[in-house]
């Protein structure tokens, strides 16, 4: 069957290949409108878009005007920036179009194949966003294509970390949008905490193209986006769960040191739910009920932190602070605090002042964000060997668009050493070699701590390592002729966007050796002999036109062609990896930083026995039989048949890492349809003029709940608690109802009950309503609904948190996990919306209000204090910066007189000085 499919392959060509023949037909249409748009002034060719939104505003379809949507931008890129889309970059725009991923090599010119189906599809109005991996590339990008855009009439914004939410609004509401995947997903988060619909910044998802897909859909999306913020001081229950540990012995639990997990055992179990049940913190009859999923989950931490962490081991108490030691260096790591409670534990363990634990109060993966789009479209140089994540997870084809230009590039097959020490004498040979001949090159490391350890290697050969901050860093290899070049290199890792960028723009000089970890630098493309562009606009910023700055232009120009004919003679970039990466793609991105536009170039890896890729696949038999065999120091096996192995390795590593991404995912599944019920009520909620429908339809729920828990049906008289819901009705609606005396009633049944507590509710309602006003009351119950929402919501989020940790131990009953934890999700869910119905009603059917005024919801100020965080899968640091919420600095204010006070935040302490806070005071609605 193989054969068969290759056979058809060579007659008929790839699926690929069909796509591609079959999009230049729709290439020769665009071509043969060049000439007439080219004779257009710019006026003419400005006012093309209002006549294609015009075009749309009367029914066309957005595909109708493809072709001469793609000549106007071509046309206006060639006079704006001086740079005519290739026909191989119209196929690429087409594919983006098509809502798939155009892979193209780098150097394609990918940020510009961008402009076409971002102008063609943000001619709807409704926006379009334009995704890439920093604020330096989407600030970049948004100025220089954003040129484009302009000239045809479109409006850009862009959205980079620090802006304000006026700022932000503003930028979103422009038809072209760019900005990076951190910066979208937290506004999405943060819009959805937001109490009015008019402080929400983003208006939908309608079209978003991302840039370099391949990081940002796979290996950013390892890790979700997470706003928290601190919980309320629980410090008595971390003591009292604290205090049941010392109470239990060796067969209570059980303990696994390896994997450093704590288990308790059944007598554990039955022990522990006497101990809970007296400190009246279990709710049913059994520990492991869906309802004690966090109790369950705080006493394992405290287990955890009695019987697996060792004081002075694992950490110190210092200055009353519990201080977490490194396991691998033994050094204090202050600030440093476990996750999920544990840390908690451990301060509750040593009888230390317990710091309140952070609570995440919105989450969203890359991957459920991304799928809110109504089209999504990806562009990168490597796609093609994660194509089956990308079908399966986004629904989005890979497309190999081909090069404008044939590749020139040579790849050697891999080196491998037995040593570290081996390959790195190797690799620092091979970059002396070319260094003296003049040859650019670019070295690959797996991450920053090899880099490094490379840096240091060459420095000990006599090279000087310059500052990636100065524009400048490579200019020495340029000194008066006759003089010797000066060794030099520079070391990039992804931490100084636009000073790298400026750096990997150089990186093309003859002589110039740069070392990169896998990301650094993307985004800017390695010309060989220099970016004359960057060039001009770091040497003549200072200088204005005239003839002055065109002839020193014009020597630049000269300069870099030079230098650029140099390299080409020398063998254009020559692209040396340290290692292999766990997937192709790093490998194959690293690669294509060469042979540029048909430029010649090199590429090699070198290896050894000893890195983690080969350790984990077995390279001690290998070892042992190359000694056997004779290879000595600093000999190298090469062999075809190595790097198939090494391939073969990868894929299964490929294969692993998406299954846990697909396994991940499932689960986030679950927490999203939840999510996406609870952020579209809020936003009706928000939307609507009146809540009081709703208000009233979740009273009538409870009271209909109340009354079936203690009038079961076909129950007897004698049988109903009525007592109970005599309690509970004025617990809950605060009134003081005869329903002992109305069960007594001859012939009364369950039915009567309900509509006489529903008619006495509504009546109170109702006095409430003309007490303070319909208008009051509509923004008091929106208020309330709003909050307690938002409170209940926060509380689901870290029940599940704590499921999640526990649900693995379904498994070993034969259950499936992932179906577990859906059911047990669900009825968390039911939970809380039961929750809230009882909450919103038990506040509104309470509520006094102390103030004249209407009571307004909590302002962006008065969320609360809360940091973004998405962890960078290959270092585990914070990418983001934190985000604080606090009040406004203004006038000093009068304790004693409250029109000085301003607006207070709810969660601040009260201006009047009574050490509550300010909505258990003044603020107070009941």
Known sequence: MAGLGALAKKLFGSANDRLIKQLRGRVVAINALEDELRALSDAD???????????????????????????????????????????????????????????????????????????????????????????????????????????????????????????????????????????????????????????????????????????ILVDEARTPLIISGPLEDRSEFYNTVDAFIPALSDEDFELDEKQRSATFTEAGNEKLETLLREAELLKGDNLYDVENVAVVHHLQQALKAHKLFQRDKDYIVRNREVVIIDEFTGRMMPGRRYSEGLHQALEAKEKVAIQPENQTLASITFQNYFRLYNKLAGMTGTAQTEAEEFANIYGLDVVEIPTNVAVRRVDDDDEVYRTVEEKYNAIIELIGDCFER???????????????????????????????????????????????????????????????????????????????????????????????????????????????????????????????????????????????????????????????????????????????????????????????????????????????????????????????????????????????????????????????????????????????????????????????????????????????????????????????????????MARKVGQYTPDIMRQVEKAVLLQTLDHLWREHLANLDHLRSVIGFRGYAQRDPLQEYKTEAFTLFESMLANLRQATTAQLMRVELVQEQPPSLPGDDELPPMHAQHLDPMTGENEFDTVAQAPAPGAPRDPANPSTWGKVGRNEACPCGSGKKYKHCHGSLA
């Open 45 to 215: 060719l400005r006012a093309r878009t209002d006549v294609f939104r015009k075009q749309l505003a009367d029914g066309a379809k957005l595909d109708s005007l493809l072709e001469p949507a793609f000549a106007t931008v071509r046309e206006a890129a060639r006079r704006v920036l001086g740079q005519r889309h290739y026909d191989v970059q119209l196929i690429g725009g087409m594919v983006l179009n098509a809502g798939q991923i155009s892979e193209m090599r780098t150097g394609e010119g990918k940020t510009l194949v961008a402009t076409l189906p971002v102008y063609l599809n943000a001619l709807a109005g409704k926006g379009v966003h334009v995704v890439t991996v920093n604020d330096y590339l989407a600030s970049r990008d948004a100025e220089w294509m954003g040129r484009i855009y302009r000239f045809l009439g479109l409006t850009v914004g862009v959205i980079v970390h620090g802006l304000t939410d006026e700022e932000r609004k503003a930028a979103y509401a422009a038809d072209v949008t760019y900005g990076t995947n951190n910066e979208f997903g937290f506004d999405y988060l943060r819009d959805n905490m937001k109490y009015e619909r008019g402080s929400m910044v983003q208006r939908g998802h309608n079209f978003a193209i991302v840039d370099e897909v391949d990081s």
């Open 438 to 764: 003049g040859q650019p090159v670019l070295v690959g490391t797996t991450s920053i701590e090899k880099s490094e350890l490379l840096a240091a290697s060459l420095k000990k050969a006599g090279y000087r390592q310059v500052d990636v901050s100065d524009p400048d860093a490579f200019m020495p290899l340029f000194t008066a002729k006759g003089t010797k070049k000066e060794k030099i290199f520079a070391v990039l890792n992804a931490r100084y966007h636009e000073q790298e960028a400026s750096i990997i723009s150089q990186a093309g000089l003859p002589g110039a050796v740069t070392i990169a970890t896998n990301m650094a630098g993307r985004g800017t493309d390695i010309q060989l002999g220099g970016n004359a562009e960057m060039r001009i606009d770091h040497e003549l910023a200072e200088m204005a036109e005239g003839d002055e700055r065109s002839s020193r232009e014009a020597t630049i120009r000269a300069e870099v062609e030079e230098r650029k004919q140099q390299a080409l003679a020398a063998g254009g970039l020559y692209v040396i990896g340290t290692e292999r990466h766990e997937s192709r793609r790093i490998d194959n991105q690293l690669r294509g930083r060469s042979g540029r536009q048909g430029d010649p170039g090199h590429s090699k890896f070198f290896l050894s026995l000893q890195d983690d890729l080969m350790r984990i696949f077995g390279s001690d038999r290998m070892d042992g039989m190359l000694q056997k065999l004779g290879l000595q120091e600093g000999e190298a096996i090469v062999h075809p048949w190595i790097n198939r192995a090494l391939a073969k390795a990868q894929q299964k590593v490929e294969a692993r890492n998406f299954d846990i991404r697909k396994n991940l995912l499932k689960f986030d599944d679950v927490m999203n349809d939840q999510r996406k019920v609870v952020f579209d009520q809020r936003i009706d909620l928000m939307d609507g003029e009146a809540v009081a429908e709703t208000v009233t339809d979740m009273r009538h729920d409870v009271i209909e709940d109340l009354v079936a828990r203690h009038i079961p049906e076909k129950a007897y008289p004698e049988q109903w608690d009525t007592e109970g819901l005599q309690t509970e009705v004025r617990r809950l609606l605060n009134l003081d109802l005869p329903v002992v005396e109305w069960a007594a009633e001859e012939g009364i049944a369950d039915e009567e009950v309900i509509e006489r507590l529903k008619t006495a509710a509504d009546e109170a």
